[in-house]
């Protein structure tokens, strides 16, 4: 019975209270109670250590973890101070750009009040001013804005018809290259085959001049070690030659149509006659500049490509990108905005503008991430070279991951190069270009973007403490992000210099070319030197001040114009070496461009600071970029024109400068140091003397002294040249239809 009751017992179900509570535990002992293992509570110090009279660790911990908090607090409390000190500060900026009381105030003018009525109350920013110019052979003007060199262009040729008194005829200058039709004469045009084509959606190859399959063949060979390597790496090697195989399936004697092929071989073309000599160039350019060689294919894939602007594909974008390179090259700068609105709205039908999904493929992934950012890169290069506005919000969008150049991405994009070292691949490139231009869209809009609230008429010249301001809010802009660039550029994408100095510095050392490396590769490092000095060019040319006072000695303005003037240099530098030294710029007309850019600024520079040490620089640099311009004329009638007309600026820039220095000398010798003033000539311009007469400047240019000046107004004015340089293609070119008269 006593055992049943015990297993009765057992059974039966405890009270719960009856259980031992479970002993209330320290999560850690203190390092006293653990040495002499006894039990050690939560307080600081522990009653053992307080009774024993020992030292409690536990003490120290909590000191330091108060410490800590209160070192948290009070860089929080310091973080907020300096936030609120910027917030005042950008205020006290903005409150000293206001107008002064003398000017007009956009809230009193009344387009301004229209402008915010029709804003609902909500302010608006005025757009900088530009220049409205009719390029040489056209009828119509257009507008370009102020970072353009046009612009640049029109205030150079104001301030040289004052200082010359003297009104240049506005008559054209044009290059050899021009084209025999016009399409002013000719308003009235007959119904081509080429609308019908283009209704139809086919394309008769009979109506122009095609290539055969082998020199097809020859020319796109050219690509893949140029444009592909050192423009947009926005093709897969091995689909497009797959691709163009497949155009040959049903005959072996020509191929059938296709837009990107049709626009990459004209693009080859383009680039591969240009780096011949004129007599080297045979029929194939059609007695026309080899700049438009590609003019048949191009028109042909630009119909197809008009056939598929309702159901785009990712061919479409890539040949929309390309067909953009080609007309920058033939100058037909409307034709590129309007190539660039055509990619942008064509990536956003593709909804490149999203980050790809995960479930994609790989390689499909970084191939749209490459297409999204050259699609970027271009609207920036082309809203800042045309001083208009941007087409991709960069800046007020997030924007999809930038594509990959490790090894891994580079063996999926479809190109077998070898990889560059230091971490790089062929596609460091791509990459770096596309940062580099984020980097100075960036500085661009910090100082474009900026509400200057100048009254109707009104420009940033007009006012030194607004030039003041912008000069320094740039600076401390531009130096930060460019320094971040410059110094996370890799190693393989850079060139050593002699003397020895940093990559891509203005001191005008001499680049060490490495002989055995590959030509793509070359190409990459020099372009991106050479882009990097241009871009900042264009960045700092509205510091030079074209106004009756310069910039005040040792200012923020005066530094930016400084600036210009070095990277500008560095262009030239850096073209004319590798010109004379190597092929890897040969037919390039992207270096080109940039080296007449350059030479412009120079030309303004001279004038504006004939008394800085650099202004003798500058002028040397202006006889390399002579020495480039007719490097490239033995190829393309363009740059041979470019030459003509840069020697007649430096014959004017010595005679201005010269007349400078004569009245300088003048009013020394009124106060006895005239010596002094020749002796301070000889030093900064070592080629000019006081004792020439002022009409030699002309002479030792060709031209016929002072009256030489006449001489120039008759061929046409310096604004209409050098306009003539980039406008001196013709729309028939490229429509030889249009020129049919019905």
């Known amino acids: 019975m006593s055992a049943l009751n015990s297993n009765l017992e057992l059974s039966e179900p405890r009270d719960p209270l009856r259980y031992r509570k479970k002993r209330r535990q320290v999560a850690r002992a203190c390092e006293q109670c653990r040495r002499y ?19 409690c660790s536990r003490l120290a911990d909590s000191l330091s973890s108060e410490e800590e908090i209160a070192r948290l607090k009070q860089k929080v ?53 530009g220049v409205h110019i009719r390029p040489p052979r056209s009828p119509h003007s257009s507008w370009f804005g102020p970072s353009s060199l046009y612009y640049y262009i029109f205030r150079l040729n104001t301030y040289l018809n004052s200082a010359l008194q003297q009104y240049q005829l506005a008559t054209d200058i044009l290059p050899v290259s021009v084209s025999s039709g016009d399409i002013v004469e000719n308003p009235v045009r007959k119904p081509s085959s080429t609308a019908l084509s283009l209704a139809t959606g086919s394309v008769d190859a009979s109506e122009g001049v095609y290539l055969k399959p082998v020199q097809e063949e020859y020319f796109l060979s050219l690509f893949w070690e140029s444009y592909h390597t050192s423009l947009f790496a926005v093709l897969d090697e091995a689909q497009f030659k797959q691709h163009y195989q497949s155009l040959f399936a049903s005959s072996t004697t020509s191929r059938d149509p296709s837009a990107l092929v049709d626009i990459v071989v004209a693009m080859c073309m383009q680039n591969g006659l240009s780096s011949l000599p004129c007599d080297r160039q045979g029929s194939i350019v059609e007695d026309k500049d080899p700049t438009v060689a590609g003019r048949w294919h191009y028109r042909r894939g630009q119909l197809l490509l008009a056939s598929e602007s309702e159901s785009p594909t990712i061919a479409t974008l890539q040949a929309h990108l390309l067909r953009a390179t080609f007309l920058c090259g033939g100058s037909f700068h409307n034709m590129v905005d309007s190539a660039c609105a055509s990619a942008v709205r064509t990536a956003y039908m593709l909804g490149l503008h999203q980050n790809t999904p995960l479930s994609m493929p790989e390689a499909e992934q970084q191939l749209r991430r490459r297409l999204w950012w050259a699609v970027c890169v271009l609207d920036s290069k082309i809203g800042m070279k045309l001083g208009r506005p941007f087409s991709v919000p960069v800046e007020s969008h997030i924007m999809p991951e930038l594509p990959r150049d490790d090894a891994a991405a580079a063996r999926m994009s479809g190109s077998m190069f070898a990889p560059i070292g230091h971490d790089a691949t062929w596609l460091s490139f791509n990459l770096q270009n596309t940062k580099l231009y984020m980097v100075v869209r960036d500085a661009y809009s910090a100082f474009y973007d900026r509400d200057l609230r100048l009254g109707g008429g009104q420009a940033i010249w007009d006012h030194p403490q607004i030039m003041e301001d912008l000069a320094d809010n740039l600076f401390n802009y531009a130096e930060l992000l460019f320094k971040e660039w410059t110094d996370n ?97 040969n037919g390039w007309h992207e270096a080109f461009q940039w080296t007449w850019g350059a030479a412009l600024t120079l030309v303004g520079f001279a004038l504006l ?54 009245e300088r000398s003048n009013i020394g010798s009124a106060s006895g140091g005239s010596e002094e003033v020749a002796v301070a000539m000889n030093s900064v311009w070592p080629t000019l003397s006081l004792e020439m007469p002022l009409d030699d400047a ?45």
């Not at 809230?107 to 757009?127: D, I, L, M, T, V």
């Not at 001489?711 to 490229?734: I, K, N, Y």
């Open 37 to 55: 293992r006894i039990k050690c509570d939560d307080d600081a110090p522990c009653l053992n250590c307080r009774t024993n009279d020992r030292q």
């Open 77 to 129: 409390r310091s973080l907020e101070e300096e936030l609120q000190q910027e917030r005042s500060r950008r205020i006290a900026v903005e409150q000293q750009q206001q107008p002064t009381p003398t000017l007009e105030s956009p809230a009193s003018s009344p387009a301004s009040s229209q402008n915010e009525n029709s804003n609902h109350g909500y302010s608006q920013k005025r757009f900088w001013d």
């Open 489 to 585: 550029v890799p190693r393989a994408l850079t060139i050593p210099r002699q003397p020895a100095s940093r990559p891509f510095s203005t001191g005008g050392s001499t680049l060490i070319l490495e002989q055995y490396a590959p030509l793509w590769l070359q190409r990459q490092r020099v372009l991106l030197e050479l882009t990097y000095h241009h871009l900042c060019t264009n960045l700092f040319r509205p510091f030079l001040y074209f106004g009756q006072t310069p910039h005040p000695a040792e200012s923020c303005a005066e530094a930016g114009a400084m600036k210009c003037c070095s990277h500008a240099m560095e262009v030239v530098h850096i073209t004319h070496q590798v010109l004379e030294s190597t092929d890897i710029l």
């Open 609 to 662: 600071y004939p008394g800085d040490p650099r202004a003798a620089q500058a002028r040397a640099a202006i006889d390399q970029a002579l020495a480039v311009f007719d490097t490239f004329g033995a190829s393309f009638a363009t740059a041979a024109s470019a030459a003509t007309i840069m020697r007649s600026h430096c014959a004017k820039v010595d005679y201005l400068v010269s007349k400078w220095w004569f």
């Open 698 to 742: 002309f002479q030792t240019s060709g031209l016929s002294g002072i009256g030489g000046l006449d001489t120039l107004g008759t061929d046409g004015s310096l604004l209409d040249a050098t306009l003539g340089v980039d406008f001196w293609a013709d729309l028939d070119m490229l429509w030889p239809e249009l020129g049919n008269v019905s």
